[in-house]
């Protein structure tokens, strides 16, 4: 039986795929801090360890303890607007965290590593973004995002570590931490209905993103590892379909059974326009037809009802508070 450790495992798109693991027959490991997920998202059949990816001794028991097969590195603090404010943060939590991860998967020989990175690589590159376009990220994020991928690389030049790197972007669905504040637009659409406040958007919501329903990424990761063409490649993976971010207040709205309540806050700095080509991805991977966005919010509206709305807890590591957007700081959560 393959054993696999799943890092961010508690969260939104690791406890997903720590079952996916799960029902392909893996022993699961999953390492979470917490910060950002909870502990009943792990499954049941999953080993939990509640620890932190940036506590190298700790990781370093844990791959001693366990002679882990693959690792499915997740575990990082993606909000891209706020990484701005909060750069050391940032660069500690998802670089020197992964680079230690990248260390003890060489020495221990691990047979391959997935890492989830973002579309924030691309910064704003011509539409839809390829894996063949240059990497020019716009904010701290994507600069760690992009950072973990060379190290990678080098990883693979140099002691020949087998990875794959996913380049997922807004994925939505259940066991998403809607009490967020600062990212993810979806759970912040749906907590605010929740707690019947409006819905907030950063500019005339003319931004354009392919949101992406869980249930059609989480398989593919899952899989890879038994995809050889997958080896030492990068794959974009999400939906195709863009659409505006004012629309999708309206669909989750919709999916509540309300009339859409919008406050529109001054605009932020953030990529405009974002979508990709998956088309890399169908070369290699057995790919069905996408999730319907009004479908995929269904899901999800249905699931947050049932849990009910989450507290939002302000960030409390702010770094550089000169431009920091008003509502991140108050108790009015912006749009992620």
């Known amino acids: 039986m393959a054993v696999s450790l799943v890092t961010g495992g508690a969260g939104f798109m690791g406890s997903h795929l720590a079952r996916e693991l799960i029902d392909l027959g893996h022993e699961v490991v999953v390492l979470d801090d917490l910060s950002g997920g909870f502990a009943d998202n792990v499954p049941e059949q999953a080993t939990f360890i509640e620890g932190s990816v940036v506590d190298f001794q700790a990781l370093e028991s844990l791959f001693t303890r366990h002679r882990f097969d693959y690792v499915f590195h997740l575990a990082?603090?993606?909000?891209?607007?706020?990484?701005?404010?909060?750069?050391?943060?940032?660069?500690?939590?998802?670089?020197?965290?992964?680079?230690?991860l990248?260390?003890?998967?060489?020495?221990?020989?691990?047979?391959?590593?997935?890492?989830?990175?973002?579309?924030?690589?691309?910064?704003?590159?011509?539409?839809?973004?390829?894996?063949s376009h240059p990497m020019r990220p716009i904010d701290p994020y994507?600069?760690?995002?992009?950072?973990?991928?060379?190290?990678?690389?080098?990883?693979?030049?140099?002691?020949?570590?087998?990875?794959?790197?996913?380049?997922?972007?807004?994925?939505?669905?259940?066991?998403?931490?809607?009490?967020?504040?600062?990212?993810?637009?979806?759970?912040?659409?749906?907590?605010?209905i929740m707690n019947s406040r409006p819905m907030t958007i950063f500019g005339g919501g003319t931004q354009t993103r392919a949101f992406s329903y869980i249930g059609d990424v989480a398989p593919i990761i899952a899989n890879s590892i038994s995809v050889s063409e997958a080896s030492g490649e990068t794959f974009n993976v999400g939906a195709d379909q863009p659409h505006t971010v004012l629309k999708l207040a309206h669909v989750v709205a919709h999916a509540f059974g309300v009339e859409p309540e919008i406050e529109f806050l001054p605009e932020r700095e953030e990529?405009?326009?974002?979508?990709?080509?998956?088309?890399?991805?169908?070369?290699?991977?057995?790919?069905?037809?996408?999730?319907?966005?009004?479908?995929?919010?269904?899901?999800?509206?249905?699931?947050?009802?049932?849990?009910?709305?989450?507290?939002s807890a302000s960030f409390s590591s702010i770094e550089v508070r000169r431009g920091l957007p008003a509502s991140w700081g108050d108790d009015h959560p912006g749009e992620g």
């Open 76 to 100: 990082a603090y993606a909000a891209e607007g706020l990484s701005h404010h909060i750069r050391r943060f940032n660069y500690e939590n998802n670089v020197v965290a992964s680079a230690g």
């Open 102 to 131: 990248i260390s003890l998967a060489i020495r221990h020989q691990i047979r391959r590593f997935v890492f989830t990175s973002s579309i924030a690589v691309y910064g704003e590159a011509p539409l839809p973004m390829e894996e």
């Open 271 to 311: 990529v405009q326009h974002a979508y990709s080509s998956h088309e890399k991805l169908r070369s290699v991977f057995e790919v069905g037809d996408p999730t319907p966005l009004e479908m995929g919010i269904g899901a999800m509206a249905a699931w947050a009802q049932r849990v009910g709305p989450r507290k």
């Open 142 to 192: 994507g600069i760690a995002k992009m950072a973990v991928e060379l190290d990678l690389e080098a990883a693979r030049r140099y002691f020949g570590l087998d990875y794959t790197i996913f380049r997922p972007h807004n994925v939505y669905g259940e066991n998403q931490n809607t009490g967020d504040r600062y990212r993810n637009v979806v759970g912040i659409f749906m907590n605010q």
